[in-house]
């Protein structure tokens, strides 16, 4: 049985803290751990032994800080290859045969930019050099530890799955005592960011103390249908005479260990201050336990670093703020070749208290270097706002411009099925996590739905081909201009059906397209907009200044399903 099947069947206990282990054996104030793998094997081994005595079912490699830059602290960057891979094998000779070993990584003590000033890329390329070597020296599961910031982790991810083939991923978090992690993440968001990336296991470790975790394992076990993995720390540290001590007994932590599989964990065990003895006690209570079963919830799940929406026939219509957009607005356009934020920001504010539930951001003006701009709005806006955003751009490098810097779960828009933007926005968007408008289209907006529909099946196949799946795709059925092309709007209404029937995706609209150039658009648009309810629309792109347009949102969600 695979490790992943196994977790879902019963409960099993990872390991405690390797950091108070080895104060405990002399490790110097101000010295590395990681380096002891190769100065003193033969204790890192022995602390593994122990948990492995103890009952842990899986140790964790003690190479929590083996990456370039914390290395670099110590004058070590060039041997990130060599520690990891003696981690891995102390780890294995101390936790015997039986024992699954994880390789570890943890923070890299620098923030990912927008916050910080470490490039995403450069961050991918750090963890992906940390997990080629823990999976080169053969370890049987990753796990990234102690995240407290989702951009770095979503970083860690990106670099784990571009070196991990088939070996499993395990994805921790730590909390505050307030159950969002320090740079603001929401535990239900960090499990849509998750997903989308493909983790296969979503966690909790350190953060303040096992009470204040259980909140943070209740709302994961209610976000994610994936596996969930907690290691909480004796309490929160205290300095007494200059050591660091925890105060929480073992009683204290492995009591609330049956409360944890009740709330959906898979994997227990501990964090800062636990030793074996408290993991002893966590597998006498829940070791072998039958974990609560999850199913996976359907829709399009979308997030900004706190929120998070589904878009699909089951939730909420959702509506897109169309008003972060320089076409045909003079000053927004201005305001952008300038490199000004203020107006695309204060656009971001409006809109969210007009009611808007997402925002589109679009920020192309000809002759304007549209990469930056693009990083700019989304660093801008995901400050004022916590409502998930549309990445809006015809251009590839502005669309990735915008996922390295969106520390949420976004939506791009869009991609079409001419092969050339096929094969470069569907493989980013899986690289990244995110979802995705597939608009019905190709060389050609052709007017029948029929044609429409094979354009959406020629995405469709692709993106699944490359690991995507329904639940990644939001299917845009192409509102063209009522007054120039009456039929082809009304093969927008069979569009949304057929999509809706036979592939069983969501769908959108960017619903002002319909009435350009019309007198009394908001009555168009929301005529239109109703109707295309009636056909199982789930969201779209709209005007959230228009008062009408919620109401016919709230009279037509009356009569869909929804
Ligand atoms: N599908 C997808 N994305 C889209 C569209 C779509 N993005 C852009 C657009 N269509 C949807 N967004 C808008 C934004 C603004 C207006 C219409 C559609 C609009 N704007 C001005 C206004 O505010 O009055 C007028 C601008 C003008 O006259 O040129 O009407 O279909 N996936």
Redesign the pocket.
């Known amino acids: 049985m695979n490790f992943i099947e196994r977790i879902k069947k019963e409960v099993m206990v990872i390991d405690g803290s390797m950091g108070v282990f080895l104060q405990t054996e002399g490790l110097p104030s101000g010295h590395a751990p990681d380096l002891w793998n190769l100065e003193r094997p033969d204790v890192i081994a022995s602390v593994h032994n122990h948990y492995a005595k103890a009952g842990s079912q899986i140790v964790i490699s003690n190479s929590f800080g083996a990456t370039r830059p914390r290395l670099a602290d110590y004058g070590r960057q060039s041997d990130v290859k060599e520690i990891n891979r003696a981690a891995v094998e102390n780890a294995r000779r101390g936790g015997g045969d039986n024992i699954l070993v994880a390789g570890g990584s943890g923070p890299t003590g620098k923030l990912v930019a927008p916050l910080g000033d470490l490039a995403f890329e450069e961050a991918v390329d750090i963890f992906k050099e940390q997990f080629s070597a823990l999976v080169e020296a053969g370890a049987d599961i990753l796990i990234i530890e102690t995240m407290f910031d989702l951009m770095e982790m979503k970083a860690a991810v990106v670099g784990a799955n571009e070196v991990r083939k088939n070996v499993p991923l395990i994805a921790c978090m730590t909390y505050t005592a307030d159950s969002v992690t320090d740079t603001g993440a929401s535990p239900e968001a960090v499990c849509a960011v998750m997903e989308g990336l493909g983790v296969d296991v979503i966690g909790v470790n350190c953060s303040t103390g096992p009470d204040e975790m259980l909140d943070v394992v209740r709302r994961l076990g209610e976000a994610t249908h994936l596996p969930i993995c907690v290691e909480p720390n004796a309490g929160l540290p205290v300095i007494e005479k200059g050591q660091t001590l925890y105060k929480a007994s073992s009683d204290e932590m492995a009591n609330l260990a049956p409360k944890f599989v009740e709330y959906g964990a898979n994997i227990i065990g501990g964090c800062c201050g636990t030793r074996p003895d408290y993991i002893e006690k966590v597998c006498s209570l829940v070791k072998g336990a039958k974990p609560a079963s999850r199913a996976k919830k359907d829709g399009v799940l979308i997030s900004s670093r706190s929120e998070i929406i589904r878009i699909g026939s089951r939730f909420p219509f959702v509506k897109v703020g169309?008003?972060i957009?320089p076409?045909?607005?003079k000053k927004f356009g201005a305001a952008i070749k300038e490199g000004r934020t203020d107006l695309i920001v204060m656009t971001a504010r409006k809109q969210m208290e007009a009611g808007a539930t997402a925002l589109?951001v679009?920020v192309g003006v000809p002759m304007t270097d549209e990469s930056t701009m693009m990083e700019q709005a989304v660093a801008a806006v995901q400050n004022v706002t916590h409502l998930p955003l549309v990445i809006?751009s015809s251009g590839n490098d502005a669309i990735y411009a915008g996922l390295r810097f969106y520390s949420g779960r976004p939506l791009v828009?869009?991609v079409n099925a001419e092969p050339s933007k096929l094969e470069a926005v569907l493989p980013m968007v899986k690289r990244m996590g995110a979802a995705v408008?597939a608009?019905c289209a190709g060389e050609d907006v052709p007017e029948s739905a029929e044609k429409r529909f094979d354009y959406a099946k020629r995405i469709y196949d692709r993106a699944l081909s490359l690991g995507l799946t329904k639940d990644d795709i939001v299917f845009?059925c192409?509102?063209v201009v009522v007054s120039a092309m009456q039929e082809g709007a009304r093969q927008t209404l069979f569009t949304i059906r057929k999509i809706k029937e036979e592939l069983g995706c969501a769908t959108?609209?960017?619903l002002?397209?319909t009435s350009?150039g019309l007198p009394d658009r908001p009555t168009i648009n929301n005529s239109f907009l109703a109707m295309a309810m009636a056909e199982g629309l789930d969201a779209a792109?709209v005007?959230p200044y228009d008062a009408g347009m919620h109401k016919a949102v709230a009279g037509a969600s009356l009569f869909s399903r929804r």
């Open positions: 169309e008003k957009n076409t045909g607005k589109d679009n809006d828009n869009s408008i608009l845009d192409l509102a959108i609209i960017g002002s397209n350009f792109i005007n």
